[in-house]
T-cell receptor, first 122, second 113 residues
């Protein structure tokens, strides 16, 4: 299966600061990266989809200026939570889209996830 | 459009008893269906997946699920629960669009002695 590395696994930051989360695909190239958010005792909700070399697309209700996504290469996508507030405390997980790029698998047959990042804003 | 409904946010079984976690889906195209397990403060681990091949899918840790198109269901079962099965379980559906998933709300499985 695909290997996805997400860093950091947990972070505590002060309110008003910014936090960057990295997601790397280690053994394949991902033209697309899905970013999910999971609040305590809730399910995963798709926040945005990053696309290598172009702008990310955001789900309804997700502020694009607050959650900056960069997908500059086929193996790295980053999510930056800017001016974080306590309500941004959540579990953030990335998942590469495997329908494109070299080494990708058939669309929709599999979904791999990073280890997740537990963000706590105090 | 696609959606997933997991009946029962919390299921409790005795060790050794049958595990049944329910999942119903809605999809406008033939779906791909997944079950994931999540342990506290960890990411998701794929248990099994349905991709239009065999309707009875066997996964890891003794879990299996049966795709029933007529019932739009994909329930997860395990004949005999183990304490280590206690976790959160998510059912998810994909329409095949580059692995974008829609998740159910999750079911927390508790296993008691």
């Amino acid at each position: 299966g695909a290997v996805v590395s997400q860093h950091p696994s947990w972070v505590i930051c002060k309110s008003g600061t910014s936090v960057k989360i990295e997601c790397r695909s280690l053994d394949f190239q991902a033209t697309t990266m899905f970013w999910y958010r999971q609040f305590p005792k809730q399910s995963l909700m798709l926040m945005a989809t990053s696309n290598e070399g172009s702008k990310a697309t955001y789900e309804q209700g997700v502020e694009k200026d607050k959650f900056l996504i960069n997908h500059a290469s086929l193996t790295l996508s980053t999510l930056t939570v800017t001016s974080a507030h306590p309500e941004d405390s959540s579990f953030y997980i990335c998942s590469p889209g495997l329908g494109g790029g070299t080494g990708g698998k058939m669309r929709g047959t599999e979904a791999f996830f990073g280890q997740g990042t537990r963000l706590t804003v105090v | 459009a696609q959606s997933v409904t997991q009946l029962g946010s919390h299921v409790s079984v005795s060790e050794g008893a049958l595990v049944l976690l329910r999942c119903n889906y809605s999809s406008s195209v033939p779906p791909y269906l997944f079950w994931y397990v999540q342990y506290p403060n960890q990411g998701l681990q794929l248990l099994l997946k349905y991709t239009s091949a065999a309707t009875l899918v066997k996964g890891i840790n003794g879990f299996e699920a049966e795709f029933k198109k007529s019932e739009t269901s994909f329930h997860l079962t395990k004949p005999s629960a183990h304490m280590s099965d206690a976790a959160e379980y998510f059912c998810a559906v994909s329409s095949g669009t580059a692995s974008k998933l829609t998740f159910g709300t999750g079911t927390r499985l508790q296993v008691t002695l």
